[in-house]
């Protein structure tokens, strides 16, 4: 009886491992485990901008549009730079002035480094005026030398006063050295980020949560270098500054020369302003201007996959 009923249990084994292998489902059936859920994405809001952070920025919008037109309205009273402590017509780095062809046209003519270009119509003569930069392009539009410097030099120590503000926050919130400073990381992966860039693609998930490299490169080349230099070539060329701190036009090397760097560092100012507006109409404009304005950022997280 003990071996009848011992034979039967091992062919009840047989059958039901036969009934496992029969059955592909079975051996791959996943453990308790291994239960995961994929959802096609996922929103998550991320408190991107802090108060401060997000009024400089505001405020640095008139005040920087006002203080370039304004300055190009300085420029055109002698449109042209040169290096050192005096100024030579003949050996000037950049000029934009009209010139009157052999047949009385008058064209405008820049002169770069001693190679002249036709910028009729934009730079040297437009609007059928006498002017280095166009009506339009500066503060008041009409040649008023005087009003122009008065409209600078207020919106300049708005400014740096606002700048100011900035840095000794960026400074004490530790948002300089924590989100501007490239870590270790960042630098090995320079190149990929620049191929990215290049190519059109920006990041996404947990990469968009935090400054790429070349943002933070950006950022602190513009706080801790741009803007400084603007704001010292400026005083450095005020005749007040000079009085009482003469060593700055030497360190510069002379009037003309911090003008030249002045007006370098603006140009560069103005080529991160168009870099810096393409890329947040790139990367999602209206998420963009709403972080700056509530400073809530949505990030797009794809493929989402959790266990159960």
């Not at 006002?66 to 003949?90: E, K, V």
Request: charged share 15%; glycine share 8%; with cysteine.
């Amino acid at each position: 009886m003990a071996e009848l009923v011992q034979s039967m249990d091992a062919a009840f084994r047989r059958g039901k491992e036969s009934e496992l292998s029969a059955d592909p489902s079975a051996s791959d059936m996943p453990r308790a485990s291994d239960h995961r859920v994929s959802s096609p994405s996922a929103i998550e809001r991320v408190y991107r901008h802090r108060l401060p952070v997000r009024i400089s920025h505001w405020l640095n919008v008139p005040f920087l549009i006002i203080l370039i037109m304004s300055g190009l309205q300085i420029f055109n009273a002698h449109p042209a730079l040169y290096w050192g402590d005096r100024s030579d017509r003949d050996r000037s780095l950049l000029s934009i002035r009209p010139v009157q062809t052999a047949g009385g046209e008058i064209k405008g003519l820049t002169t770069i480094l001693g190679h002249p270009f036709d910028t009729t119509g934009v730079l040297g003569y437009s609007g059928g005026m006498r002017r280095a930069f166009p009506a339009w392009a500066t503060i008041p539009s009409a040649r008023w030398l005087a009003m122009g410097r008065q409209w600078h030099l207020f919106f300049a120590w708005l400014f740096v006063i606002n700048g100011l503000v900035f840095t000794a926050y960026a400074l004490a919130s530790r948002h300089a050295t924590s989100d501007l400073v490239p870590t270790k990381k960042d630098w090995r992966g320079i190149g990929k980020s620049v191929r990215d860039h290049l190519l059109l693609r920006h990041p996404a998930g947990d990469e968009a949560k935090r400054y790429n490299v070349l943002q933070k490169l950006a950022y602190a080349g513009v706080l801790f270098i741009v803007a400084p230099l603007i704001v010292l070539t400026g005083l450095a060329m005020s005749p007040m500054i000079d009085t009482a701190f003469p060593w700055l036009l030497t360190v510069f090397g002379g009037r003309q020369a911090a003008r030249t760097i002045h007006f370098i560092a603006c140009f560069s100012f103005v080529g991160f302003i168009l870099i810096h507006v393409i890329q947040v109409i790139l990367t999602g404009f209206f998420n963009n201007i709403r972080s700056m304005v509530t400073g809530w950022f949505l990030v797009k997280h794809q493929g989402v996959t959790h266990e159960t």
